[in-house]
């Protein structure tokens, strides 16, 4: 198995929105102290470690996304003390911690940006990406926002425009400046001093930009969009070439590494939204001189057919070399699994066959807060919408909020979230309530307790941590691969249908108990009930 500076390889992750997981103070907002009351039943699950959204000193235009004091803690969380006993509780619990930086871009509050906007000649003139218009007045070029709109914003005091592949409030860093690079740096080395096991990089192909400006071409008649924006935002309709994912980037994550490896044990998982995302996943983990790991957005769509699955796979095989993935169904930025992937699906069974798939991958695994619990979607009426995204978009996107409301802990009022009277910031769903902990704790057929078997039967097993994978053909609608390692070959079959489904054995194997699924083996023929795993001993 693996040692303790390695952890992080094959290791899973829980990731935690802080507004939305426990709220101590009673204000209807998540904060530290909640995070930490609630440590004991994380632990519980089975996981490696936690990732924490942005808690840091912020505007919160984008919830957290928008930072002006990398170094500080946002008072609706608490105080640096609240986080440093947080992570205290996590290391006696065995569990690592991981913490978002957002380092593409700062709040326009930051007083690096309040610098940089005043005039051309001050010390922070070039920390963020400044440009003149063009002859007629209108911005540098056609770059556009994720978040809507052109990426670019007029300052009448520098007479310029400023980058913001984001809201107009989140202006990009300068990362062609070295000493921009070398203050993100030491922002991060700030926090592992303090203790903490690694990062969860936001946006971390959207560092640097093309120097000269260039505008990105159209996506060809007929190709593929990028998976890293819904298909109604015309953000899609370009070919990202010029404004991310650019070559000066891997010298940075070189330099990244370098700070990392002098703190032994700690680790990075970059997200990639790309054109081509598990191409750029590969290149950014491979040699053990960049990122530890990445995670795309290729299982955090729609698709999810058996055929899609095994796409994603044989292409990151293809492509991977030595780079590591890091795979997730859900997270705080896309509709939840249990309704992206099972609407029309058993409300139970699909979500546990889908986490057995997610757990069983060769990969490290991020298991977003509430998926063991198979929470829905929920449905945010227009008037609770906070997500900015969701405003600009609505109604063909309504935004993140649906992923983001408060974690359910009992079948009671707020769920438990909140002890205060103050209405929570998201809406407690209620279809949610009968979902909560406090009910599933006491369903031995749960999907939290599924969780649970099905962790610990992942640990049982290293080839299923960090064996080497094979696709194996078991017909176009089962799923199948081998994973082997550690002295053991066990081949995995998922049915994630709502048919019984059979299949001829590749070769003989001997099926493992202690995961919680059932199957049926005649000879060499295999039979999955609907929503069924299997794993069987093969020999080495």
């Given amino acids: 198995m693996q040692d303790n500076l390695t952890w992080w390889r094959g290791g899973v992750i829980y990731q935690i929105y802080p507004r939305s997981f426990m709220d101590a103070n009673g204000d209807g907002i998540g904060d530290l102290k909640g995070i930490t009351d609630k440590l004991d039943y994380v632990a519980s699950l089975g996981v490696d470690g936690i990732w924490l959204s942005p808690f840091f000193t912020s505007p919160m235009l984008d919830f957290g996304y928008d930072v002006s004091d990398y170094r500080d803690v946002d008072p609706m969380f608490g105080t640096l003390g609240d986080f440093k006993a947080l992570l205290a509780r996590a290391h006696e619990l065995g569990l690592k911690v991981m913490i978002d930086q957002v380092i593409s871009h700062s709040s326009d509050q930051h007083p690096w940006f309040q610098e940089s906007r005043q005039n051309r000649t001050n010390a922070r003139a070039d920390w963020y990406v400044w440009a003149d218009p063009k002859p007629d007045g209108t911005p540098p070029n056609n770059w556009l926002s994720i978040f809507g709109g052109p990426a670019w914003t007029f300052d009448s005091r520098r007479r310029q425009y400023y980058l913001h592949n984001f809201l107009t409030s989140q202006p990009d860093l300068n990362f062609h400046n070295p000493e921009v690079r070398q203050a993100n740096l030491d922002n991060m080395r700030f926090w592992l001093e303090l203790g903490v096991d690694g990062f969860r990089l936001d946006t971390v192909n959207f560092y640097f930009h093309d120097a000269e400006l260039r505008d990105n071409p159209p996506v060809p008649a007929g190709k593929a969009k990028t998976l890293g924006a819904p298909d109604s935002n015309p953000y899609t309709w370009q070919r990202h070439v010029y404004d991310l994912s650019r070559p000066e980037n891997l010298d940075f994550l070189k330099d990244l590494r370098a700070l990392m490896d002098e703190f032994p044990g700690t680790t990075t998982v970059g997200e990639i939204g790309d ?228 299949t001829t054995l590749p070769q003989p194997g001997i099926p493992l108990q202690g995961h919680g699924f059932a199957s049926r083996l005649d000879n060499d023929t295999l039979t999955l009930a609907p929503y069924q795993a299997a794993y069987l001993q093969l020999d080495t």
């Fill in 275 to 502: 054109d081509n995302p598990l191409q750029r996943m590969a290149e950014y983990t491979a040699g053990g001189d960049k990122l530890h790991m990445a995670y795309t957005f290729d299982l955090l769509n729609d698709p999810h057919s058996p055929a899609y699955i095994r796409e994603v796979m044989e292409r990151f095989q293809r492509l991977a070399g030595d780079a590591w993935p890091c795979w997730a169904l859900s997270n705080h930025d896309v509709v939840r699994s249990a309704t992206r992937w099972g609407q029309g699906e058993d409300p139970v069974a699909y979500p546990k066959v889908a986490l057995a798939l997610l757990f069983s991958l060769r990969g490290s695994v991020c298991l977003y807060q509430g998926e063991e619990l198979g929470l829905p979607e929920a449905e945010v009426p227009f008037e609770r919408i906070q997500d900015p995204y969701g405003k600009v978009l609505w109604p063909e996107f309504k935004g993140r909020d649906g992923c983001r409301t408060p974690m359910p802990w009992t079948d009671s009022a707020q769920g438990g979230f909140t002890a205060g009277d103050v209405e929570p910031w998201l809406p407690v769903v209620p279809r949610h309530l009968p979902l909560a902990v406090e009910c599933q704790e006491k369903a031995q057929e749960s999907i939290l307790n599924a969780t649970r078997q099905m962790l610990a039967f992942r640990r049982a097993h290293p080839a299923l941590v960090d064996g080497a994978l094979e696709l194996v053909d078991v017909g176009d609608d089962l799923l199948g691969f081998i994973r082997e390692g550690h002295g053991e070959r066990l081949l995995c079959v998922f049915n994630l249908g709502a048919e019984s489904l059979s």
